[in-house]
């Protein structure tokens, strides 16, 4: 059997864990520069307020619902994805860490007149120990599991624990899941599917293998086998290594001078980097990309491709070819909203093919890389960083909302008063 344990709201959560008046308030989470809604609590989702809704188009009904709004706290989000995650891994023999919020989880094994009662323990030192509430979902395969959760997650009946144990309940569940809420079925497949007649999972289980491998090739006849409860998919131990590395943000305020466009090209240039040496990795390929507001008139957007002479994950070359890229797409007198620099082309950083006419001292390069990551991971992000980067800082991203950083900054501890 395959678990999925799944965060209810997990930001809102968060924010909870350390302010719990917002317990049974309604609360909203904002994405980056507080721009559109990106988590919610039950509470919101019952005033009908779609995810992904701009914060501007909603400011009347913060006011009149008394609507907590917060700025994302990634840092705080990620500390306390990892303490879940930590729980987790104590109480099931293997796991696999899907997101931030949702995890799967290795129960075979488990006899089956002890699985609720393990499950419902593990939900509850969950709680118990991060503060944040989780549903399980349980089914003889991933996909089944997902469909299990969701069941765990949104009908009070099951009390946060729903386990597909019966050829019944499979069925019965699978009748009343439609193909747009089925794992693994996107948005155009889903209309595919409906302009054939499919509208549930147990239809689709229904149809011959055949067709399904020649409509929704062979991933798709993946899906359908699991949703027949034969587990094809299995759990991932090791996350797979990124194919691209994308760094972007969009600007606190619109952007004009070529200077602050180059601080945070480097700064992302050297996030980049920093994520490919989490994986060594290497990249062949650098791309830079400016961009004003595409809802403007006279919008201007560019992009620049460099290739690399020899594979490299270290942030001084990849913030030198970044920059030389931004000066050849920049241009004076526009208002930039947004940039990004983009790794492709990436290699493992063993085994490279060397350039014969390559003067870079690499193995330097490498150690100074080494003793910078050291220190950042010890004494916290961007301890010693590159003076490209900046300092002020003051196109960076707008949070005007943002919590403490309560689990991993000594500074911004929460201090409780008795």
Same mark, same amino acid.
């Given at each position: 059997m395959f678990g999925i344990a799944d965060c209810n709201n997990f930001y809102v959560s968060c924010e909870r864990v350390f302010n719990p008046s917002l317990e049974k308030k309604p609360v909203v989470v904002l994405s980056n520069n507080d721009g559109c809604i990106v988590a919610r609590s039950n509470e919101?989702?019952?005033?009908?307020?779609?995810?992904?809704?701009?914060?501007?188009?909603?400011?009347?009904?913060?006011?009149?619902?008394?609507?907590?709004?917060y700025s994302s706290n990634y840092t705080l989000y990620a500390d306390m994805s990892q303490r879940v995650m930590t729980v987790l891994a104590q109480m099931v023999p293997s796991m696999e860490i899907y997101s931030i919020d949702e995890a799967f989880l290795d129960l075979r094994g488990f006899p089956p007149d002890r699985l609720e009662t393990h499950i419902r323990d593990t939900r509850r030192k969950v709680v118990q120990w991060t503060g944040i509430p989780v549903s399980i979902g349980v089914a003889s395969s991933k996909t089944l599991a997902k469909i299990a959760n969701r069941a765990a997650k949104k009908k009070g009946e099951y009390e946060g624990v729903c386990i597909?144990?019966?050829?019944?309940?499979r069925e019965e569940f699978l009748k009343h899941t439609a193909v747009e809420d089925i794992w693994g079925i996107g948005p155009r497949l889903s209309r595919f599917l409906k302009a054939r007649g499919i509208f549930t999972a147990w239809q689709l289980t229904h149809m011959n293998d055949f067709w399904i491998k020649k409509n929704l090739t062979v991933t798709g006849l993946r899906t359908v086998y699991e949703l027949r409860g034969i587990p094809v998919l299995p759990l991932e131990d090791k996350t797979p290594d990124k194919q691209e590395i994308c760094t972007s943000r969009s600007f606190g305020r619109p952007v004009e001078r070529l200077?602050?466009?180059?601080? =945070?090209?480097a700064t992302y240039a050297a996030r980049s980097a920093e994520k490919l040496r989490q994986q060594h990795s290497l990249a062949n390929t650098v791309l830079v990309f400016i961009r004003t507001d595409p809802f403007k008139e006279g919008a201007y957007?560019?992009?620049r491709v460099? =290739?690399? /002479? %020899? /594979?490299?994950?270290c942030t001084e070359e990849i913030t030198e070819y970044a920059l030389y890229g931004l000066r050849h797409i920049?241009? /004076?007198?526009y208002r930039y909203?947004?940039?990004? %620099?983009?790794l492709s082309s990436i290699? /493992?950083?063993t085994g490279v093919q060397q350039n014969l006419f390559d003067a870079r001292p690499r193995e330097k390069s490498r150690k100074r890389m080494q003793v910078v990551d050291l220190i950042n991971q010890k004494m916290g992000s961007d301890t010693l960083r590159f003076a490209s980067q900046g300092i002020q800082k003051s196109w960076k991203m707008k949070r005007e909302n943002i919590t403490p950083a309560y689990t991993t900054n000594w500074d911004e501890i929460l201090t409780v008063r008795i």
């Open positions: 919101v989702k019952a005033l009908g307020i779609p995810m992904g809704t701009p914060l501007f188009k909603v400011r009347e009904m913060i006011q009149e619902y008394k609507i907590a709004v597909l144990n019966s050829e019944i309940l200077q602050e466009l180059k601080e =945070s090209i957007q560019n992009f460099l =290739s690399l /002479p %020899v /594979p490299t994950a920049y241009k /004076p007198g909203k947004k940039a990004g %620099v983009i290699v /493992p950083d």
